[in-house]
């Protein structure tokens, strides 16, 4: 038993080196790696082949974190559950500069929280399609907890 139990220590070391800085799951990450675009994008319409984006928040001190994004109309949102409790959301609200990866390529954004009731209504019910891959029913309210936020394109050789 003592081999198996220090085994374990090894494995999980083995599993962060090989995951390197980039986020996993609940596990956060610092600066997103890939080819960063050189180009804006106007329409993200591409991105709902992907169910997950990684999205990289404070500039200075890399912070990123797994998420979901949906596509609507050429934008892109990205959810946050529980939006008040997360690390990554107070950030990009103190600065709207992040970088989102979709794929391989990284892209420079600005995320901006939506708050307006009816818009916030819109956006969730383009997720609620997208993950459950039918319209919400016409009495569906998403959670007061769930924020989401608009992702706009960045010029391309924008600050980090």
């Excluded at 609940?26 to 180009?39: N, Q, T, W």
């Excluded at 990123?64 to 690390?87: H, N, Q, W």
């Amino acid at each position: 038993m003592p081999i198996r139990t220090g085994m374990l220590p090894l494995g999980l070391l083995a599993f962060l080196v090989l995951l390197g800085n980039q986020p996993c799951g609940p596990i956060p990450g610092d600066a997103l790696e890939g080819a960063v675009s050189g180009e804006p994008v106007s329409d993200w319409s591409f991105s709902d082949a992907y169910s997950r984006c990684l999205v990289e928040v404070r500039p200075e001190d890399p912070h990123s974190v797994t998420t979901s994004c949906f596509a609507g109309e050429g934008a892109l949102y990205v959810p946050a559950i529980m939006g008040d409790s997360k690390r990554w959301t107070k950030l990009a609200i103190e600065d709207a500069r992040a970088r989102i990866k979709i794929g391989e390529t990284v892209y420079p954004v600005t995320l901006e929280r939506i708050e307006d009731p009816a818009e916030r209504r819109a956006v969730a019910r383009l997720g609620y399609q997208k993950y459950h891959g039918e319209e919400a029913p016409r009495d569906w309210e998403p959670s007061d907890d769930r924020w989401y936020f608009r992702v706009t394109s960045r010029a391309p050789g924008a600050p980090r």
